[in-house]
């Protein structure tokens, strides 16, 4: 029975066969009413792959540690079984998963361009060798510190989510129908994992500022690495900078954050200390952070020219000056708008229908096309809302097409960098339903149904759609 319950081609057809199975009673737990009590003892994943790799660890023990096992685990720190494995270096949320307002460690997205750098290999990225540079034409004082001086200088927390520009890409192509030429979207598929939340603990900008003295004619702060790369110790392309204007208005909430969710930065999330640009496209938080240049010029790097940044008829590229700085790349490289602050976003936690995407993540819970599960029962439904440059105002859901609905919103607006759960009751009839979720801002923004087309598949913010199957 369970072989052939546990194929999920065989599935399909073999319905009646296996609904008692318990790999469908775990589906309909998953999604349906119970999530919450499923959650604590389901392993961490639910495809066949995952299945294999969570029995290796006896109940009750800690996964925090590192073990072989997940497809390309080598190129991380945490345990990424809990993750999306969407290629070498990208792991998405399970945000099908998410039921707290912080995300724990273990469920935050990793969004790197290469492997992540580690203490051992790298004395850069040790703590006891880590030193941040902050220098440029712009400050009246160059400083250098170490991990020991930004710990003894005064610091705050703040709730905020992390987002990729990249997140919601799938959704050009599921919902836009983007997948050729000439509005053909190419990137990673995050779904809608490429988001998260987390109490960061962080130097105020506003401090380091201070320290070293900003003169009149700064214009842009370069956030560098430059660690993280395909060898150790070989300079590399990572970092952005951000405008001085920015930074001058929010120099209380941009910061260098050395914890994140009370412990100690964990490597894959930048360690020793990263940048934290609360409410701006997880681009401009430049992780493995270790010089800061302060300039009365502009700057130009990979992540503000030719990626994460909005190629396509409706955006036209900035024109560099003369006397800029470019940083592995030439002027004719800047190509389109760098994304600056996240749209208004909603997700629900169900997990998306992927049919028209390009590759589907290693271990996705469902196969192209198919359906999430949920219980023809009433049971309430979640989600979560963020709008991080005015704050959530309200989220209404909309089903089969039917008028849209305010939602209840479960938690307090601590920040408006902070996202918002919500959640309704309902009890489906049996069949297949679409569900959509709208987030309007404290601005009046409100997702839209559509978005213009962007080359990278940036800001994907149009409202989502969830198909579930009811039985
Ligand atoms: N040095 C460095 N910083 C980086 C990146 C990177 O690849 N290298 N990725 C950026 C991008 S695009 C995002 S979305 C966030 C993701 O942060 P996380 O991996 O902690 O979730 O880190 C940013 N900082
Ligand atoms: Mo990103």
């Known amino acids: 029975m369970t072989e052939k319950c546990n ?26 009413a119970s999530a919450l009590l499923a959650t604590a003892t389901v392993p961490s994943g639910v495809t066949a792959q995952s299945k294999v790799d969570a029995s290796a660890t006896p109940a009750g023990k800690s996964t925090a540690a590192a073990e072989p096992g997940a497809k390309n685990q080598e190129n991380f720190v945490k345990d990424i079984r809990r993750l999306q494995n969407l ?18 460690i273990e469920d935050f997205f990793i969004r ?70 000439p509005a053909k979207v190419g990137g990673t598929g995050w779904g809608l994992g490429g988001v998260a939340q987390a109490e960061w603990e962080y130097v105020p900008m506003s401090h380091i500022l201070g320290f070293v003295g900003l003169k009149k004619n700064a214009k842009a702060a370069l956030f560098w690495s430059g660690i993280d790369g395909r060898e150790p110790g070989q300079a590399s392309d990572t970092g952005r900078p951000v405008p001085i204007e920015m930074l001058k208005l929010r120099g209380d909430s941009v910061g260098l954050a050395f914890r994140m969710n009370g412990v100690d930065l964990p490597a894959d999330h930048g360690a020793p200390v990263r940048a934290i640009v609360p409410g701006w496209c997880g681009a401009a938080s430049t992780k493995w952070l270790t010089e800061i240049k302060i300039a009365s010029h502009d700057f130009w790097v990979r992540l503000n020219s030719t990626a994460h940044v909005m190629i396509g008829p409706d955006y036209p590229p900035p024109v560099p000056k003369q006397g800029d700085e470019f940083r592995f790349v030439k002027p004719d490289q800047v190509r389109g708008q760098a994304v600056t602050w996240s749209p208004p976003r909603s997700l629900l936690t169900v997990p998306l229908v992927l049919e028209r995407q390009p590759k589907l993540p290693h271990n996705y819970p469902l196969q192209a096309g198919e359906k999430p599960m949920l219980r023809a029962a009433a049971q309430t439904m979640r989600g979560y809302a963020w709008a991080p440059q005015h704050g959530v105002k309200k989220v209404e859901v909309r089903i089969d097409g039917s008028a849209w609905q305010a939602v209840k919103l479960i938690d307090p607006p601590l920040n408006h960098y902070s996202w918002r759960r919500f959640e309704f009751d309902w009890a489906p009839a049996p069949g297949e339903h679409v569900i959509e979720t709208r987030t309007t801002d404290l601005s009046g923004r409100q997702q839209p149904v559509t978005v213009p087309f962007n080359e990278g598949g940036f800001d994907f913010w149009a409202v989502p759609k969830f198909a579930v199957r009811v039985a």
């Open 7 to 32: 194929n999920r081609r065989a599935r399909a057809s073999t319905a009646k066969l296996c609904q008692n199975s318990i790999v469908s009673d775990r589906r309909q737990l998953l999604w349906g």
């Open 87 to 104: 290629n070498a270096t990208n792991q998405g949320g399970q945000y099908w998963r998410y039921r707290t307002l912080v995300t724990p």
């Open 112 to 181: 790197n361009e290469y492997p992540t750098p580690r203490a051992a290999r790298d004395p850069r990225v040790d703590p006891r060798f880590w030193s941040l540079k902050i220098h440029g034409d712009a400050v009246e004082r160059e400083l250098s510190i170490s991990y020991e001086d930004l710990l003894k200088m005064p610091s705050r927390t703040i709730m905020s989510t992390m987002e990729c520009a990249g997140n919601g890409r799938s959704l050009f192509w599921e919902q836009q129908h983007m997948v050729a030429q």
